[in-house]
């Protein structure tokens, strides 16, 4: 990995219903993530949070959208503090905020690769639509968004799509897909690992196949952390909690050979939610992960 890395708050939680989510940034700050990285010989440079301009109200603008403005204009602003870190040869470290900003960070990011490959480590697809959406929520979105499919507004961000093929995203830890995914993942052949794959094959083989196939077919890899992905007895500060999830250890053993491999070129933590917390449980968690990607060892 670049030893130079560039982190950007982004306190959103205009992209579901859920308050609380907006403090991530704070509460993996609070965690010790500088701290945490610093210990590994990486040079830090903290550039802040992205100003989110919060409506009085719950926004709709009639496509069933909740406050699209306000999700485009700081997902606008994040691709371009995202694309000019990288235009500096640094790592983007963005720290949410729910999950649609991965639309931003994914716009910022794709242009500068032929075939950017992109992990999905959550136990959502993300995939929805307006249309096969059952709540209007956007954090439930992004990735469909970044296959150029949704609203023009969303899957045309930065001006262009769409960021990412199909064939170049892998999915860990899926355990909760709409019938509207579901149908999409089927069509568009979308490689997922539901935790019945994880159960059965073992995170080990899960990683050692994806790591394979994303080495094939891509150029660069950018890793979309959700903490729901994890059990929430484990993780229990999200705002979507999904029993059944992946544990502490199989997230750790997932970051450690990542990191064995070399291939990600960006990272998103997402999701994290102090409100709902227990002593800022998930933020410590999610910081350790971060630890475990970027090279920490026992020995």
């Known amino acids: 990995m670049k030893n130079k890395i560039s982190l950007i708050g982004v306190p959103m939680d205009l992209g579901q219903s859920r308050r609380g989510v907006d403090m991530g940034p704070s509460a993996l700050r609070y965690a010790g993530a500088i701290e945490r990285l610093q210990n590994l010989k990486y040079a830090i440079d903290d550039l802040g949070d992205i100003a989110i301009n919060r409506p009085d109200t719950i926004m709709n603008d009639g496509s069933k959208l909740k406050n699209l403005e306000q999700v485009i204009a700081a997902n606008e602003t994040l691709a371009k503090m995202v694309d000019a870190e990288i235009q500096k040869d640094r790592f983007p470290l963005i720290l949410g905020g729910d999950h649609s900003i ?16 992109v992990i999905w480590y ?7 639509t307006s249309e096969t959406s059952p ?24 001006n262009y799509a769409p960021k990412v093929k ?62 729901d992905g994890l059990d929430p007895t484990e993780a229990p500060g999200v705002g979507t909690p999904v029993l059944g999830g992946m544990t ?23 999701e994290v939610n102090p409100i709902l917390d227990e002593k800022n ?3 410590t968690l999610a910081v350790g992960l971060m630890g475990s990607l970027f090279g920490e060892k026992l020995k």
């Open 102 to 117: 991965a639309i931003g960070s994914l716009a910022g990011i794709s242009k500068h690769y032929k075939n950017l490959g």
């Open 122 to 128: 959550d136990a959502h697809g993300d995939l929805n």
């Open 135 to 158: 709540s209007g929520n956007i954090h439930g979105m992004p990735l469909a968004a970044s296959l150029g499919l949704g609203h023009e507004r969303l899957t045309n961000l930065y």
């Open 166 to 227: 199909p064939e170049n995203i892998v999915i860990i830890g899926a355990r909760s897909l709409d019938p509207g995914e579901r149908d999409l993942i089927r069509e568009k052949g979308i490689k997922v690992y539901t935790m019945h794959e994880i159960d059965r094959m073992g995170m080990s083989q899960v990683m050692e196949e994806t790591i394979q196939y994303l080495k094939e077919n891509t150029d660069a890899v950018h890793l979309s952390m959700d903490l």
């Open 248 to 270: 502490y250890r199989e997230s750790h053993l997932a970051m450690e050979m990542l990191a064995d491999s070399d291939l990600i070129t960006s990272l998103e933590v997402v």
């Open 281 to 283: 449980k998930t933020a």
